[in-house]
């Protein structure tokens, strides 16, 4: 880097000429200090910059036959999907059997699992269907919410043959308010509670899956009967109860409740 001469004020201003000739020293030093850079690190750096281009480069492949991948198995899943909603299981399973490896990404490979135990269940091979709903559920790659699915799965095929202990100890964690399978799980577990003996937990559970608006109306209507069965108040708003069910009222002065009717049915 150039210096900036130093002058008293009696030191006359330089020249027009030495200006010119400082100005060419200091592009001369700079053009000197960037050779040596060069012949001292030039490699390095040279080095340095075909690394980087070669990495983004490899990357941007990676990323495009990646991409192409994904979308490769999404179709393919797709496809098996549509063979499912015709009842041909038989192909949708064989369709989805190249996405079981360890090169499928975990959405994909739990998908294919789902759908060939789909195919196992209605080929009447239960051993077989429960076997791929604890593979989904050990895979420590599948998406946590297909796990839980698995295991609401694997315990309502195999429920029969289960111990009601074993059964709550499965779902528990799962037949709580929130958890997006409480409605399946939560039914699992409250049936489990009621052949244990245990009436006042299982009054409970269904109480409160009535009570969960997020929940289907078929299973809500299912959870509220079985709750008053226990002997559980599971009815929050009588009135929006009443109209959900079709009850009207004459609106007279006499007790409401007594002149409430069910609907004429449909003819």
């Known amino acids: 880097m150039a210096r900036t001469p130093i002058t008293s004020p009696d030191t006359p201003a330089p020249s027009r000429e030495d200006e010119v000739l400082i100005r060419e020293i200091d592009e001369a030093v700079r053009e000197d200090a960037l050779l040596a850079f060069m012949r001292n690190h030039g490699v390095k750096v040279l080095g340095g910059v075909i690394a980087l281009v070669v990495a983004l480069g490899g990357y941007m492949v990676w990323d495009y036959y990646a991409e192409k991948n994904l979308e490769t198995q999404s179709e393919t ?33 739990a ?11 209605q080929a009447g091979d239960t051993a077989k269907a429960s076997g791929l709903y604890k593979q989904i559920a050990a895979d420590t790659t599948t998406p946590p919410a297909l796990k839980d699915l698995a295991r609401v799965r694997e315990v309502s095929i195999n429920y029969d043959t289960m111990k009601p202990v074993d059964v709550i100890a499965q779902l528990k964690d799962l037949a709580v308010t929130g958890n997006p399978w409480f409605g399946s799980a939560g039914e699992l577990v409250a049936m489990a509670h009621l052949e244990a003996g245990n009436r006042a937990e299982a009054g409970k559970l269904f109480a409160a899956m009535s009570k969960d608006e997020s929940q289907p109306e078929t299973l809500r209507s299912r959870a509220r009967q079985m709750a008053g069965l226990m002997g559980v108040d599971a009815i929050v708003d009588v009135k929006k109860l009443l109209k959900d069910e079709g009850v009207t009222s004459d609106g007279g002065g006499e007790d409401a409740g007594a002149a409430a009717q069910p609907a004429p049915a449909a003819q």
């Open 77 to 109: 899943v797709i496809a098996a999907l549509d063979m499912a909603d015709k009842e041909d299981f038989k192909s949708a399973s064989e369709k989805v059997a190249g996405l079981l490896g360890d090169d499928s990404s975990p959405g994909a490979r």
């Open 111 to 121: 998908a294919a699992r789902f759908i060939q135990a789909a195919a196992a269940l």
